[in-house]
């Protein structure tokens, strides 16, 4: 599924945070979206997911405006993991995974064996099942984060958002979360945009870049070109220093710029 921003502008009541912003997003791609904390990454996902509506401009999904479609065909294309997991403690981890079948279950109709098989493959997938039982009051940030993104993969969209889905991880967990999404981006074709801030996981997981700055677009491109030392420099205020490996940049060394 594409996704197009056109001329998007978005503000809440104090301060205007999205400006005339435009950008494409590929069928399959696989983007890092970036910039300082305050800079609109989590606006411009809820804008594209149709959670808030748009002062100025549209959200077209395959070219069709998002707020055409009605909630359960949404929820049927795009899956949203929120930055802080709100959850129901009533649940248990499979329960809360399972509710990513919801946009497919018909009124009165119970869960098939089928909806049952998928929980258990997306929970297997990110290291959940061991979790099932449990209460989201009985597991670690990081646990309910992986449960959070099961549901995400059990609502079987062409489309994920995904904001700050490895902030809360240890590293092993990061890179097992992130070699999964690209699994899923390569085998499914995924359209999967994420918002994460380690600019070496990006660099690593995430062909594509779209970097806010500003109220807009700074840039948007390969991620390679666009973790530029100049590039770090207008939006983290940080020296970066491209590492070469085999003749390509494969990791930034960074530091504060008076050092
Ligand atoms: P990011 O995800 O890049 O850190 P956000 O999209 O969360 O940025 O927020 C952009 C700006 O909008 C910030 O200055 C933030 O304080 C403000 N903001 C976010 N949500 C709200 C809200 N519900 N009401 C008022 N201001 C908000």
Known sequence: MTIELKDLSYGYTQ????????????????????????????????????????????????????????????????????????????FSAFETVLMGRNPYQRRLQNESQEDWDIVERCMKQTNTWHLRFAKPNQMSGGELQRVMLARALAQETPVMLLDEPVSNLDIAHQFEILELLRTINREEHKTILIVIHDLNMALRYCPQLVLLHKGGI???????????????????????????ADGEPTLLRLRPLEL
């Open 218 to 244: 700074h840039y948007h491109g390969t991620t390679e070109q666009g973790l530029s030392p100049e590039n770090i420099r207008t939006v983290f205020n940080i020296h970066a220093e491209p590492v070469m």
């Open 15 to 90: 301060r205007r945070v999205l400006e005339g912003l435009s950008v494409r997003f590929e069928r399959g791609g696989m983007y890092a979206v970036m910039g300082a904390n305050g800079c609109g990454k989590t606006t411009l996902l809820r804008l594209v997911a149709g959670l808030l509506t748009p002062e100025r401009g549209e959200v077209l999904l395959d070219g069709q405006s998002v707020g055409s479609y009605t909630a359960r065909e949404l929820a049927q294309r795009m899956a949203f993991v929120r930055q802080y997991p709100q959850t129901d403690f009533e």
